[in-house]
């Protein structure tokens, strides 16, 4: 459990100790309320019972090189949603696949544009250009399920392979467009705007996307500072404390957050991209089928396409992939302290590195 953490890093070895007070720190805090009688019953209720919320043990997690943090504290979890919606995802899905689909993304060879470069096509999935761009070389992966829900290992194979011929393809067509950028939003919760399966892909001019540019010099800084890969050193702390994911690969590495930007945050990292693919696959099929995730989103940021002034020697491809939440909600996950102070989190991030422990089973 995530209060134990203290202790966890108390009883560390030297060695990774050193790593933990080199990129970490964790703060304990107490809250106690005193409730009136009367709220006894609503209490009950919503949280099981009064002695569960009077003495409140909070933890504050932070990434001393990133300024990543998050705030864990369980009782969140179980906050009751006021404005829930009662509907069944499926019927909403299945109701707005074939003429209702007005993106055209049922009939995306007819009902979508392309790129002046045409269309890159896969296996299960095809190339489009985005109507709406956030970036000049701004494509959509349209999967052959409108169910973003139906996937399978070939099928995260084949998105991946896919976007990266795209991302060839951009890069044939405008040279200096070296920088991709790989998302996956799966339903209105994680932001996207149609419900059929899809995927979208960017490549910028100039620069990296500020987040990731940021990440590019914080692990330049750290090897610089530390002689160390930083990737590596915040895999090792929390392998140590039991939640890496064990991926039997030389070149492909995975863990549960810490530091998550919001619930059930998975960071995987490596080198090659058919690996990564399937522990993509792993975690996504876990977070969908054990942990009833509908809503989730995807990135992957990938080396350049050509050389670049800066170097990018210290930072891998990085996948991260986190739930966002009940569909059927009307409440929104991220609020003013996501956005200006820190993360609030009701997932325990050892509770999730036990579910996964299954995908990736010791040899």
């Known amino acids: 459990m995530i209060t134990h953490l203290p202790r966890l890093v108390a009883g560390l070895p030297p060695s990774v100790a050193a790593l933990w007070r080199q990129l970490f720190r964790v703060d304990v805090s107490h809250g106690t309320i005193h409730p009136p009688d009367r709220m006894h019953g609503w209490i009950e209720r919503a949280f099981g019972s009064v002695e569960a919320v009077l003495h409140q043990e909070i933890i504050r997690v932070t990434n001393l090189w990133t300024l990543e943090g998050a705030i864990f504290n369980r009782i969140r979890g179980l906050r009751p949603q006021q404005g829930r919606y009662q509907s ?105 705007s149609v419900i059929h399966g899809h995927a979208q892909m960017s490549v910028s001019h100039g620069m990296a996307y500020p987040k990731v540019e940021m990440l590019r010099r914080t692990a330049e800084q750290y090897q610089l500072q530390n002689n160390s890969n930083y990737f590596q050193d915040v895999w090792r702390v929390h392998r140590a404390l039991g939640l890496s994911l064990n991926i039997h690969s030389d070149n492909t590495y995975g863990f549960v957050s810490l530091t998550p930007v919001k619930e059930k945050e998975v960071v995987l990292f490596g080198n090659d991209p058919q690996e990564l693919a399937q522990s993509l696959y792993h975690v996504l099929d876990c977070f969908v089928t054990e942990l009833g995730v509908q809503s989730f989103n995807v990135s992957m940021t990938l080396p350049p396409l050509t050389d670049t002034p800066e170097s990018w020697d210290n930072l891998p491809t990085i996948v991260r992939i986190v739930d966002r939440g009940d569909p059927n909600s009307r409440g929104s996950d991220i609020g003013a302290m996501e956005l200006y102070a820190a993360t609030v989190v009701a997932s325990d991030p050892f509770n999730i590195a036990n579910a996964l422990a299954g995908r990736f089973p010791s040899r």
Do not use: M
């Open 88 to 192: 069944d995802i499926d019927q909403i899905i299945a109701a707005s696949a074939g003429p209702q689909d007005e993106a055209g993304f049922c009939t995306p060879e007819s009902g979508t544009p392309e790129d002046r470069f045409g269309r890159v096509r896969g296996r299960y999935c095809l190339s489009a250009s985005n109507v709406a761009k956030f970036d000049g070389w701004h494509g959509v992966l349209i999967f052959d399920q409108h169910n973003p829900l139906n996937f399978n290992l070939e099928r995260v194979e084949d998105y991946i392979q896919t976007a990266g011929r795209w991302f060839d393809a951009v890069h044939s067509a405008d040279p200096q467009a070296i920088y991709p950028f790989f998302i996956w939003n799966s339903l209105w919760r994680s932001g996207a």
